[in-house]
C-alpha cells in the first residue's frame, strides 16, 4: 500500500512500515502506541528501540531522525 502522506516509497505490509532509501536500500519499523518505535537498518546493521509515554513528534519525524542516527552509528561498523 502506498503511503501519500509520507515521503515516497514508504509502504506498510504484515504489521510494519517499511521506506525505500535513495540508494534504493529499505528501512522498517514497528510502531506501537505513545512513540514506541522499533527501528531496523539493515544496509547500516542498525536496530533502534524508543519506550515511549507519548509521541512527542509525528511518527515521519521520528522516522527521519532514526535514519539519521542509522546512517551515523552505521558509518562506524566495519564489514
Known amino acids: 500500500m502506498q503511503l501519500p502522506q509520507y515521503r515516497a516509497g514508504a509502504y506498510y505490509k504484515h ?28 544496509k547500516n546493521r542498525v536496530v533502534i528501540a524508543r519506550n515511549g509515554r507519548e509521541y512527542g513528534v509525528p511518527p515521519p519525524v521520528w522516522m527521519r531522525l532514526f535514519e539519521g542516527l542509522a546512517d551515523r552509528l552505521g558509518s562506524d561498523t566495519g564489514p
Not at 528501512?27 to 537498518?41: I, L, P
Open 15 to 42: 504489521f510494519w512500515w517499511g521506506q525505500r532509501r535513495a540508494d534504493g536500500g529499505y528501512d522498517f519499523s514497528a510502531r506501537g502506541n505513545h512513540g514506541q518505535f522499533v527501528f531496523v537498518s539493515p
